[in-house]
């Protein structure tokens, strides 16, 4: 329809079936998923649906390098969902194509603290701030401090800002680059969009959703898929048939291409879903039934036990 080659990139992230979330992350794995898909795809296009949580900058920033290295025009086309790191991968694309209702979510980096949880860094930061204003004020207080803050390491709040700056401006280098490129505004509206985006004071919490109208506002370059009827119901149906894939399958991962080639990574042990089997009546088959036609390899990676 669109006359232009399709790879899709896809995990189990809002699946009901258990996985590990360190599984469904993007991550320097994904480079290989990425190149699988691509050898095959010449230059100079190529869109690329994503369905994603995030991840890693560094590896996004990786992938980035890795398809513009080849691709001149791409075009992201976000059917439902992808956050976070995934939503600064979009934001390397030449043009968004997005369901009304499919969301991005804010590029604030999440920090993984000494107690094994995570938590955003900017708050990190105001929770250094705040505890200097009120032991300035009230060093009676350092004893009910002192817990919280020995659970972060002495490196954490350069850590923490130094995220924050790298995500921010990966994004706005990115919208330059690409989907702002040749515009005279260039600057100032990629310098509005990264900020936005990496604005945890305004979210309030990283799961907050990034829409059409918030993108338009911005003056991204955003499509609505409903504008093209017929390209909505592909995409839809294509989403869909991701979605019970992932769903009822040991799969967490996909990484595929319109010219039939894929990579798919699952668990190692099939996850039990529950399915409604259906009972229908055999077809009639012709007395000498033609021989199915061979199928092509799939690539199939299982994770190793650490």
Known sequence: ??????????????????????????????????????DSIEPPQLDVLVHSPGGYSEATESIVQQLRGKYSDIRFIVPSFAKSAATMLVMSGNEILMDRDAELGPIDPQMRTPNGGTSPAVAIIELFERAQRELSQDATKLASWVPILSQLGPSLLVDCQHAIDLSTTLVKDWLKQYMLAGDPDAEQKADKISRFLGDHAYFKSHSRAVKIPDLSQLQA????????????????????????????????????????????????????????????????????????????????????QA
């Not at 896809?10 to 360190?22: R, Y």
């Open 1 to 38: 329809m669109t006359k232009r080659p399709l790879i899709v990139y896809a995990s189990a992230c809002t699946s009901p079936k258990p996985v590990p979330a360190q599984l469904l992350m993007l991550d320097f794995t994904d480079k290989i998923g990425f190149k699988v898909v691509t």
């Open 221 to 304: 370059k955003v499509t609505d898929l409903r504008s093209n009827p017929a390209l909505y119901l592909a995409v839809d149906e294509l989403y869909c048939c991701l979605d019970i894939f992932l769903g009822n399958s040991a799969a967490y991962k996909v990484f595929e291409n319109s010219t039939g080639g894929a990579l798919i990574r699952q668990t190692a042990t099939q996850i039990q879903m529950p399915v409604q089997l259906i009972q229908a009546q055999p077809p009639q088959l012709p007395a000498n039934p033609p021989q199915p036609a061979a199928q092509p390899p799939q690539h199939v990676v299982q994770p190793t």
